[in-house]
């Protein structure tokens, strides 16, 4: 049976994978057998969420009815009940849920009536409580069918030492990374030379690594040096996956709080604003059959440090590939690819045949005139410039990473036919 949970953590402690934790620890010494945890990611621009959107399923063999008691106890014990944002849910369900239900909570946002109408329609043995908002995290959970995943070992403090400073050796973590790269990634940003894998936030996880496969994981945590940890967990997960973005189609609405894999062409110089982050205008090819268009602005923010210099080296008229959230009529940028750069030229005035010196302006529009002789040309000299960008995929380094987002490591995103031919700008 499958058994979801959600909601059960406030920002000032807990997490509800640790909870999820304890729990298969539990049913484990309850006699059940456990198959398999997931930890799922969901939409990751919804607005009730506490980190990144997760919620747990645990995939166990057992009595259904002394599982939902052991778990509503647990949640009971450890929610942070107290916090008006925390409003857990608790799903089981003998078979997983409908495909669709994980789909719509991971690409769009739901309802509390609507997650209770999927319940009753499946049957699912169910509690909620306060709101209950929770259940819609549970049911998708145990609905999720995942076409790609990765692994993370999350390791947990002791109870103990809750709340103090989390004691792992850094360089460890990068010899850890070193010796299992490309089959674990975004322990350590290289770039920005920090530690990714180890949060600052109050909640009882020391540290996750996330990788191709389990075994990957468990060796990368065999290499870090840290404070005596308390349970482990290996966690499938759609993190790493891309499973969040939409592959718009031309003449599709992009909708609020969705994510998108969309081609489109440069319309501006990308601008450098306040606080760091670098926009530029993006023209959609809206109905390219019948040559309608319509421009949106995409965003790279400050966090994402270095990729803003790849946004930066963008020209107008390149094709590219977009990724990221809609939100407030802008494009949070994940990654981009570079298909077809436009020519970089720039126009100089000519030299004048004659005199043999660079002439000037003659005015806006009226080509160029010889100060000696009176020469005149409309004419330009055209440069060719280098480019700073080649084609390919770029993406925004570990630190600013979306769980979601799937590292190039793992292979760039497949990209329909029709995002490449010329009809899409
Ligand atoms: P945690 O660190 O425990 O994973 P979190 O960041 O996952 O915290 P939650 O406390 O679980 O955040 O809050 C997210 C809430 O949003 C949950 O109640 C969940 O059921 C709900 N939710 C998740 N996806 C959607 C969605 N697509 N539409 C509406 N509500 C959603």
Known sequence: MFIGIDDTDSADGMC???????????????????????????????????????????????????????????????????????????????????????????TGYVTIDEVYSVIQREGMIFRGWKNCRGLIGACAAVSAVLADCTYELIAYRQEERFGNPRNVTASSVFSAEAATYPATWDSVDHENQVVVCVPHTPDPVLFGIRGESPFSVA????????????????????????????????????????????????????????????????????YPQERKEESITCIAFEPTRGFRNIIRSLHPGDRILVAGSFLKETINLEKIALVLPAPAVRTEAPVCPACNKQMTSAGTGKGYK??????????????????????????????????????????????????????TS
Request: net charge positive; glycine share 10%.
């Open 16 to 106: 509800t994978t640790y909870l999820g934790a304890v729990l298969a620890g539990k049913l484990k010494e309850s006699g059940a057998r456990i198959r398999r945890a997931y930890l799922i990611r969901l939409n990751p621009t919804v607005p009730y969420k506490t980190r990144g959107n997760a919620a747990v399923c645990i995939e166990a063999d057992g009595c259904a009815d002394e599982i939902f008691a052991i778990t509503c106890a647990l949640i009971e014990q450890y929610a942070v009940l107290g916090d008006e944002k925390t409003n857990p849910g608790v799903v089981i369900t003998g078979k997983r849920g409908p495909a669709e239900w994980y789909k719509r909570c991971l």
């Open 219 to 286: 060796r990368a945590t065999g290499l870090i040096a840290c404070e005596p940890t308390g349970m482990r967990q290996i966690w499938c997960t759609n993190q790493g996956t891309d499973a969040h973005l939409i592959i718009q189609k031309p003449g599709q609405p992009l909708t609020e709080g969705s994510s998108y894999l969309l081609p489109g062409t440069v319309n501006s110089y990308p601008k450098s604003g306040r606080g760091g982050h670098v926009t530029f205008s993006l023209l959609l090819a809206v």
């Open 370 to 423: 010889c100060r000696r002789c009176r020469y005149r040309t409309r004419d330009p000299v055209i440069k060719e410039e280098k480019r700073q960008i080649t084609p390919g995929w770029y993406e925004v380094p570990p630190i600013a990473r979306r769980h979601l987002a799937r590292p190039l490591i793992r292979g760039s995103p497949s990209v329909p036919g029709e995002f490449l031919s010329s009809e």
